[in-house]
């Protein structure tokens, strides 16, 4: 008797577990989706402004007149600043003076040479000199032009410390001039970057003092060599500095990101290990199905993965610890089901 109670309760025991096994497990599922791969690489780099130049006078002398103050924004061509010219004002209008009078020798003795009254060397040596009159008249032009300084550009001026009555050498720094409606960012990229920089277009700047600012420039200018002791490559970035908001010598960080190959993309507590690697599991024909992959990258809460995995196939998310392959799966969130 007590061997057949026990052979009854053994066989209801098989019942019970096929029927629990039968039982569809209930997971959650969400579609593959693919994302591009990405090598990323970080530097800081300081702002130079697009023009830039320190003013220095093309002689000395006394000052006469400033004609800017700092953070003015001046023109191309503005008179900034001006030396004593009187000598070179009297030099100029004597250069003048002679010419004047060698044209009008020329002119004379070009008619006199029509009627035979001169010989021709005579009229050649006056022609000669009215040239060498035309020339000084230049040189004088260019002494009193050298007692300007004019702004080669437009831009902003800098702090000066000339004043009216200084008396100032060509060694003299009067003020700096900037041009910053566009600012370069040079940076030190590392050797590994060169490919990486040949490939793409533009950076992404973040300014150190505003960590909420993202700032796209676009590659301008890399130097032809690799620096042999830092192994660096020296790189110029280049954006528009929109109402001025950022000067020449701000630091920023850059951040170089190469897009590569499409992977699938998984939640961690998607991804399982095994004797063979890590797997997923993936809803086929309302079955569990294993599917072998390899980790391509990680990326905060998700991996970027290959293997069997196609776009909009239902990935297991949650549940995975209790499929075996083959096993019947009810997905019982409407998302996937959709």
Request: with cysteine; proline share 4%.
């Amino acid at each position: 008797m007590c061997k057949v109670t026990r052979l009854v309760a053994i066989v209801a025991t098989m019942l019970i577990t096929s029927a629990v096994q039968a039982k569809p497990s209930q997971v959650i599922a969400e579609p593959i989706q693919f994302e591009s791969s990405s090598e990323q690489i970080q530097a800081v780099g300081n702002a130079e402004a697009i023009q830039s130049v320190i003013l220095y006078p093309a002689t000395g002398d006394k000052v006469t007149a400033v004609h800017f103050s700092p953070g003015d924004h001046v023109e191309a061509g503005t008179l900034l600043l001006e030396l004593d010219s009187r000598r070179q004002k009297a030099a100029l209008k004597e250069a003048q003076i002679r010419l004047a009078d060698a044209q009008r020798t020329v002119e004379r003795l070009t008619d006199s040479q029509k009627r035979g009254a001169v010989p021709i060397n005579e009229l050649d040596k006056a022609v000669t000199e009215r040239d060498l009159a035309k020339v000084a008249v230049v040189q004088a032009e260019n002494e009193l032009e050298d007692r300007r300084v004019i702004a080669p550009f437009s831009g902003v001026m800098g702090l000066t410390d000339v004043e009216v009555g200084d008396r100032i050498t060509t060694q003299t720094a009067i003020a700096s001039i900037d041009n910053f409606d566009k600012l370069y960012v040079q940076f030190a990229a590392p050797e590994s970057a060169y490919s990486m920089l040949k490939e793409i277009d533009n950076v992404l700047l973040t300014p150190w003092n505003d960590n909420d600012t993202r700032i796209s420039a676009d590659i301008a200018q890399m130097d032809s060599r690799i620096d042999p002791t830092a192994r660096t490559l020296r790189v110029k970035a280049i954006f528009d500095n929109q109402n001025a908001r950022f000067l020449p010598g701000m630091s920023f960080r850059v951040s170089l990101t190469l897009l590569g190959q499409e992977f699938a993309v998984i939640p961690e507590a998607a991804l399982l290990w095994g004797a063979t690697g890590p797997y997923v599991w993936k809803e086929e024909n309302g079955k569990a199905k294993r599917v072998d992959v390899k980790i391509q990258q990680r990326l905060p809460g998700k991996l970027l993965v290959s293997g069997e995995l196609a776009a909009r196939e239902l990935l297991v998310v949650e549940g995975v610890q209790r499929l075996r392959p083959g096993h019947e799966i009810a997905i019982t969130n409407a998302l996937a089901r959709e």
